[in-house]
C-alpha cells in the first residue's frame, strides 16, 4: 500500500503540472536563458519545496475546505501572481540570455520563491487529496503522506524536467529567439492574470 501511495502521489502531480501555469512557464523560460543546468537546479529546490507544501495542504484540508472565501483570495493572489511575471517577462523580453550573471544560487532561490508562492496547489490537492483519501487510494497516517508527499516532489520534477528538456529541443528545432519566446511567455502570464480578474468580475457581479 506504501508503494501504491508513493506512485499515487508522482502520477497525481506530474498529471497536475501538465496544463502551462506560472511554474512549467518559468521552468521554460529559465531552461531558455540561463540552461539546462539553471532549470535544473531550479527545479530541485521547487520540488523540495512542493514536497512540505503537499504535506501541509494534505493534512489541514480539513480546516482550508471550512474557509468560504479561500477561491477568491486564490483568484487575486494569482491575478498578482500573474501579472507581476507577465511585466517582469515582457521588460526583459528583448534582452539576450545572461548565463554568466545568473549564478546556481539565483535559481536555486528561485525555485524555492515559487515554491511557496503557488497557491494554485491548495485547491488542487483539495480536490484530488478528498478524492483519493474517500476512495481509498491511499492511506491517511503520518508516515503514509510523508512517502505520498515524496512522491508528489518527484511527479513534479518529472514534469517540469520534461518541460524543461522539450523547451531547449524546441528551440533548437524551431530556431526561435528569446525575445519571441520570452515575448509569448509575457502574454500566457497577462491572458492568465486576465482569466482570474474575469472570473471574480462574473461572479461578483453577474453570478446570482
Known sequence: MIFLTFFIGIIANFIGYIPPGNINLSVVQIAINRGIKQSLQFIIAFSCVEFFFTYFIMNAADWLSQQLNLSTIIDWIMMVLFGTMGVITWIHRKKAPETKKNSD????????????????????????????????????????????????????????????????????????????????????????????????????????
Not at 508528489?152 to 524543461?164: K, N, Q, T
Open 105 to 208: 544560487r539565483d535559481s536555486i532561490k528561485y525555485g524555492i520563491l515559487l515554491g511557496f508562492l503557488n497557491p494554485v496547489q491548495i485547491p488542487f490537492w483539495m480536490i484530488t487529496g478528498t478524492y483519493l483519501i474517500t476512495h481509498e487510494w491511499i492511506e491517511t497516517g503520518r508516515f503514509a503522506l510523508v512517502i505520498f508527499s515524496i512522491g508528489s516532489a518527484a511527479g513534479a520534477f518529472l514534469c517540469l524536467f520534461i518541460y524543461a528538456k522539450s523547451a531547449r529541443y524546441v528551440q533548437s528545432k524551431l530556431a526561435l529567439s528569446n525575445r519571441t519566446i520570452n515575448t509569448s511567455i509575457a502574454v500566457l502570464f497577462f491572458a492568465f492574470a486576465a482569466y482570474h480578474i474575469v472570473k471574480q468580475v462574473y461572479l461578483t457581479f453577474f453570478k446570482h
